[in-house]
């Protein structure tokens, strides 16, 4: 702020000749008597040495603001590296510049560190192996990796439009004209050095797939191993110590021949099941009575079932139907292991725009939860390993989830939950 000391002598700076001049010519007037053609000329020669005076005296004002616009300047070129002297300059005009030397120092290393993660950025997605490029706000190229270059197949230049690229302007982003099969796109937006930008990368899924998919197969075969020999393995048993008697008796022939049709009967049936699991239609959702349909899987199964919550569903009926019918014989079959007839509990209600669906019963609980949702694996002895899965996969189709846990007191609770349109069912 300016002081009054510093105003009173600007003040006095400005006023003392002023009046020494005025004196001295009414001096010369009065007392040595000169003409107006002299006193013209004095005046002349005064109003020049005044002038000057003037001029000296602008100049202690305007050249430090002189030197607040240089750094002002300056800053607004982002140049961090002017360095003004202080010495010799008003106090207000000294402060001005001490403040702006402090804000340019503060500035200057803030450029470092933008420059020096700049540097750090490019270095690491030099290093990565898929595509990566950065646009500006103008849709610019402003870096392309190496992979990048590989990729597209087509030379890449800096401040090249993103057409060029072969990229195409979409919502939240790029992606390309033809994105290779197997590759998956992404865009994300970051700020470097004050400026927006556009990151886009494409990553290469088909590893992953194609280990993905010798995983299943190598699954498929084990449990298709497994379920084989343990059906064809008996049989071939029991025709080798059949072959190998000398007479055959028709009691005991028949007793091999039941086991064997017992054997294919089961290995039918393991295949029928996979079948079922593999070739679920596509759901045809709509609205229909979850209660009725509930009791009507109970009745099939005759076991007791207590109802709660809301009665109208949205979901594809029949597929539901294998999904309460097998989940109510797990249930029941969990509750007779412990001679019980207490009614299994049966909750659905809806959450914002999610649908929730319980059953608990009094069983002992699951015995291996972690496995429980894997294909073919099961603990019943009579059992196929594809009830629950085929009851996942049924909630998978309407975009659900399935899970289950164990009570603390005992007994077991499968919940599941899945979208819910905006319209009502009536």
Known sequence: MLKFSEIKTD???LSVPALLLGSLLGWCLSTLGWDWLQLLSLACVLTLLFVGYLRLLLKRYVTPWRYVAMCCDALKSNEHNLRLAHTGLPKLTSAALAELTSLQ????????????????????????PYPVLLLD???????????????????????????LCGLQAVAGGYALQQCPTGWREHCSQLQLAQQQFTLWYALD????????QRRSHSELVRVLSHEL??????MASMTETLLGQQQWQESQVRQ???RIGDRASRLLKFIAAYREVSQLPEPQPRWFRLDELAQSCADLLSCPLQFQGLSWCYADPMLFEQLLLNLLKNALEAQQQLSTDVAIRLSFYREGQQQHLQIVDQGPGFANPANLFTPFYTTKAQGLGVGMTLCRDILHLHQGELTACNHSDGGACLS???????????
């Open 11 to 13: 003040v006095l700076l």
């Open 105 to 128: 120092q503060r500035l200057a290393l803030q450029q470092q560190g933008e420059q020096q993660q700049w540097l750090l950025f490019r270095e690491l997605w030099q290093l990565l």
């Open 137 to 163: 706000a103008k849709s610019k190229l402003t870096f392309a990796n190496k992979a990048a270059a590989d990729f597209l197949a087509r030379p890449l230049l800096q401040q090249q439009a993103a057409t």
């Open 205 to 212: 899924l088909r590893q992953s797939l194609h280990a993905e």
């Open 229 to 234: 020999r343990n059906s064809l393995t008996p």
């Open 256 to 258: 091999v021949l039941q």
């Open 416 to 426: 599941a939950n899945w979208p819910a349109p905006d319209t009502n069912p009536l």
